[in-house]
């Protein structure tokens, strides 16, 4: 055998390797450890089978709670920056001017930590000092100034809200690599026919855009799902568990000792994570075409 053709398995063996030790091999101790009661207070650590899943799933306590609230982060925050970064990906794609700027300040949230954005974002949606009610009731708009992170009602809406503002640029970048990456032959030939922009867009920019936008879609389901900084940073899951999601109340479990409830949920969301992202990329890449 050709060592140039064997030089690469031995890498490709490595990387696997690699990976199965500090992420496979983690991932099933860690599964194994959620059939069992395994807390900071047990002396002994015991196998209680699928008690700790029929736990999670059932609803019982605030868990229908987290449950629902991460699945429903991971839908609003999905399809508002895959939508909105699609518009201005395309508007961005034109001949405007200062486009590259517009590019570059549309980006720049992405590039933020995200704890640091959370925590800026806490001081400007402060109630009383914040600059976004300081700014509202300067213009004479007192009116719609809000207890953003502390009303119950709206709360989980200010996080998202936030959430869309940092991924968006991020987005939208990868959606104009992959437009600058469309042949213009293709735009020509539409052009000929005398196709208008919606036209361009729906028979060329969208279809050709497809296995972008499967990417971006099934990272941005993946993000949503194992969201933690965000929430911890602007509310920490408050006020009163309006904004807890399923890896915050992990990282409370763990706090307080409850390991094995806490690897149970990281089992579950893992489990939900790997199912969600094989189908979706199953449904967005259907008719992709093999060479």
Not at 65 to 86: A, D, H, M, Q
Not at 134 to 142: S, V, Y
């Amino acid at each position: 055998m050709n060592k140039a053709k064997v030089y690469p398995w031995y890498f490709a063996a490595g990387a696997m390797l690699i990976y199965t030790l500090f992420s496979v091999v983690p991932g099933l101790v860690g599964i194994g450890y959620s059939f069992t009661d395994w807390s900071a207070y047990a002396k002994e650590l015991h196998f209680v089978g699928l008690k700790n899943f029929t736990t999670v799933l059932s609803g019982q306590g605030d868990y229908l709670r987290y449950i629902t609230n991460t699945l429903l982060f991971t839908l609003v925050t999905t399809v508002s920056k895959t939508v909105l970064g699609l518009l201005f990906a395309v508007a961005l794609s034109e001949g405007i001017k200062f486009k590259n700027f517009h590019r570059g300040l549309m980006y720049l949230p992405s590039v933020l930590p995200i704890l640091v954005t959370g925590l800026t974002f806490t001081s400007i949606l402060n109630p009383k000092v914040g600059f976004l009610n300081t700014f509202l009731r300067a213009i004479g708009l007192g009116g719609l100034a809000q207890k953003w992170l502390v009303d119950p009602k709206i709360a989980f809406g200010s996080v998202m809200a936030v959430d869309i503002w940092r991924g968006t640029g991020y987005i939208m970048t990868m959606l104009i690599v992959g437009i600058l990456a469309i042949p213009k032959v293709y735009y020509e030939a539409v052009a000929v026919d005398g196709a208008n922009a919606w036209q361009r867009f729906r028979y060329v920019t969208l279809p050709m855009l497809r296995q972008t936008l499967a990417v971006t879609i099934v990272l941005n389901v993946i993000y949503g799902l194992k969201v933690f900084d965000m929430i911890y940073a602007l509310t920490n899951g408050g006020p009163g568990h309006r904004t807890e999601v399923m890896y915050t109340a992990v990282f409370k479990m763990m706090s307080k000792g409850l390991y094995a409830e806490g690897t149970t949920i990281s089992s579950i969301m893992f489990i939900f994570m790997v199912i969600i992202g094989y189908f979706m990329v199953k449904i967005l890449t259907k008719d992709e075409v093999v060479e």
